[in-house]
């Protein structure tokens, strides 16, 4: 029993793994497609957000399934209760992923995306996919060190966040109100998805250190950098 208990607790970690590299995909194949104006490329990334979904929606069965059976206490209860509140975190992000796809769906045929902001959103879909590879690193290899990192790493996500609006705010934009609004929200979709893979990693920090990562606060420096190009799934 206490095998069976324990290779559960396991599938759920697995569980969270996956979900983590899908959600990383989906905001690499999203950023290519709002680039692209590729509408097959976004329709596949709003219809992949299910599969997230069901995912989530099966851990948390098999959660509160092992929370009711076996009344977990201590580390285990902690792996349960971290558990569900990371696959919140990674079920959003994908919804985060699949709002990025939707704006191309809405401006196609045209280009979401005015060509000189392409290189800030470039750098913005690859760095948000690389913080959510080190996340689901992070959740296979309980590192907490490199958990902590992700919180600085999160730096460049803010810094190219803020580069958008200076071009928002500068006073020779000339692509509209409607390309405006497009970018801000664009900007608040790869700001937040970043976060949720920054909270990822602080749960996994409370797993295995019982401690909330802000207490914490080691003297980490960020190895992330933003870099051009996005990988593909």
Same mark, same amino acid.
């Given at each position: 029993?206490?095998?069976?208990?324990?290779?559960?607790?396991?599938?759920?970690?697995?569980?969270?793994?996956?979900?983590?590299?899908?959600?990383?995909?989906?905001?690499?194949?999203?950023?290519?497609?709002?680039?692209?104006?590729?509408?097959?490329?976004?329709?596949?990334?709003?219809?992949?957000?299910?599969?997230?979904?069901?995912?989530?929606?099966?851990?948390?069965?098999?959660?509160?399934?092992?929370?009711?059976?076996?009344?977990?206490?201590?580390?285990?209860?902690?792996?349960? /209760?971290?558990?569900?509140?990371?696959?919140?975190?990674? %079920? #959003?992000?994908? +919804?985060? $992923?699949?709002? *990025? !796809? @939707?704006?191309?769906?809405?401006?196609?045929?045209?280009?979401?995306?005015?060509?000189?902001?392409?290189?800030?959103?470039?750098?913005?879909?690859?760095?948000?996919?690389?913080?959510?590879?080190?996340?689901?690193?992070?959740?296979?290899?309980?590192?907490?060190?490199?958990?902590?990192?992700?919180?600085?790493?999160?730096?460049?996500?803010?810094?190219?966040?803020?580069?958008?609006?200076?071009?928002?705010?500068?006073?020779?934009?000339?692509?509209?109100?409607?390309?405006? /609004?497009?970018?801000?929200?664009?900007?608040?979709?790869? %700001? #937040?998805?970043? +976060?949720? $893979?920054?909270? *990822? !990693? @602080?749960?996994?920090?409370?797993?295995?250190?019982?401690?909330?990562?802000?207490?914490?606060?080691?003297?980490?420096?960020?190895?992330?950098?933003?870099?051009?190009?996005?990988?593909?799934?």
């Amino acid at each position: 029993m206490r095998d069976a208990y324990h290779e559960e607790l396991d599938s759920i970690g697995d569980s969270l793994v996956e979900m983590a590299r899908l959600v990383g995909s989906a905001i690499g194949r999203a950023t290519a497609a709002i680039l692209d104006a590729d509408l097959k490329l976004a329709e596949s990334v709003i219809e992949g957000d299910e599969k997230v979904d069901d995912l989530q929606h099966d851990l948390e069965a098999r959660a509160i399934a092992l929370l009711a059976r076996q009344q977990p206490v201590a580390t285990d209860l902690r792996i349960v /209760v971290t558990s569900l509140r990371m696959s919140a975190d990674l %079920e #959003r992000s994908g +919804d985060l $992923a699949q709002h *990025v !796809a @939707k704006l191309t769906r809405l401006r196609y045929p045209a280009r979401a995306i005015p060509q000189d902001l392409h290189a800030t959103i470039l750098e913005m879909g690859q760095l948000a996919q690389r913080l959510m590879a080190k996340a689901a690193e992070v959740i296979v290899t309980k590192d907490v060190d490199l958990a902590m990192q992700l919180e600085q790493d999160d730096d460049a996500m803010d810094l190219l966040h803020r580069t958008l609006f200076q071009h928002l705010m500068d006073e020779r934009w000339k692509h509209g109100i409607e390309t405006a /609004v497009d970018v801000t929200l664009l900007g608040r979709y790869y %700001e #937040r998805y970043a +976060d949720h $893979a920054v909270a *990822v !990693a @602080k749960r996994v920090v409370y797993l295995v250190t019982g401690e909330h990562a802000d207490e914490l606060q080691p003297d980490i420096q960020p190895d992330i950098q933003p870099v051009s190009g996005v990988e593909g799934a």
